[in-house]
């Protein structure tokens, strides 16, 4: 996806995005770092726009990595972030030191138009992170229209929502699929998507689904995430 500077003039509306950035930690260093972070995140990022979540990544590439989850909030809202001494000293004194690497940072916002939600709590997500191909994005929004109509007329009882990344700092991060769920029995129940695809879009409809899903993306890669509940701030 290409974005230009006309992409990040905001609406005055609400709307959803969070603040994510990738980490791993020193081996040697984990006790002093789950200490550090719960201290950091307890005292200054409790509630609203400046809330953090601690997400581990169980599966993938960068399993073993941490995500430190800020949000939901708004551009205007980061500008209000903490960052008094207190706050800034606290981080890179006692956080930063059982850090090994930082990676990437950015800023996710979801795309309620193909979203499907349904009133759930998850402490693990199911990501799914697309390549997509030059200038193809509105090809793969009407992909994902063909599944929202699916999950709508099925009626089906769990979510995926959208995220596009606001910068581009990756030529194959360029939309996140995100489902949560709570037992990893999910991944053994019998899946029917095919089926109720081709009774919604007719016979053969898959087929083409595929197709046309190949002709856009490049690849893609999928990540599980566990909520670390100790480590982030408290609920409101």
């Excluded at 706050?87 to 930063?96: K, R």
């Excluded at 309620?112 to 191909?133: A, G, P, R």
């Excluded at 769990?158 to 910068?167: A, E, H, L, V």
């Excluded at 879009?201 to 490049?218: A, P, R, Y």
């Amino acid at each position: 996806m290409a974005f230009s500077i006309s992409s990040f003039a905001q609406e005055k509306e609400s709307y959803t995005m969070f603040d994510n950035t990738r980490f791993t930690v020193k081996t040697d260093k984990m006790k002093e770092f789950g200490k550090a972070m719960t201290a950091h995140n307890q005292k200054y990022h409790n509630d609203g726009a400046y809330h953090a979540n601690v997400w581990m990544v169980s599966v993938g590439e960068h399993s073993g990595d941490f995500i430190w989850s800020m949000g939901p909030c708004t551009f205007t809202e980061l500008d209000g972030s903490p960052d008094s001494k207190e706050h800034t000293e606290d981080w890179i004194f006692n956080v930063m030191p059982t850090i090994k690497e930082m990676h990437e940072s950015n800023m996710w916002r979801l795309d309620t138009k193909h979203s499907y939600s349904v009133d759930e709590q998850s402490n693990k997500l199911s990501i799914s992170v697309f390549d997509i191909k030059d200038n193809q994005g509105y090809r793969f929004k009407d992909i994902l229209d063909r599944v929202l109509k699916v999950y709508k007329e099925k009626e089906y009882k769990r979510s995926f929502s959208t995220y596009w990344p606001q910068f581009s700092i990756s030529n194959e991060d360029d939309v996140a699929i995100v489902s949560g769920f709570n037992k990893w029995a999910r991944f053994d129940e019998d899946r029917t998507f095919k089926k109720d695809f081709e009774e919604v879009h007719g016979e053969g409809s898959w087929t083409n689904f595929i197709k046309d899903l190949d002709s856009v993306i490049n690849g893609s890669k999928d990540e599980v995430w566990v909520f670390v509940k100790e480590l982030s701030g408290k609920s409101e």
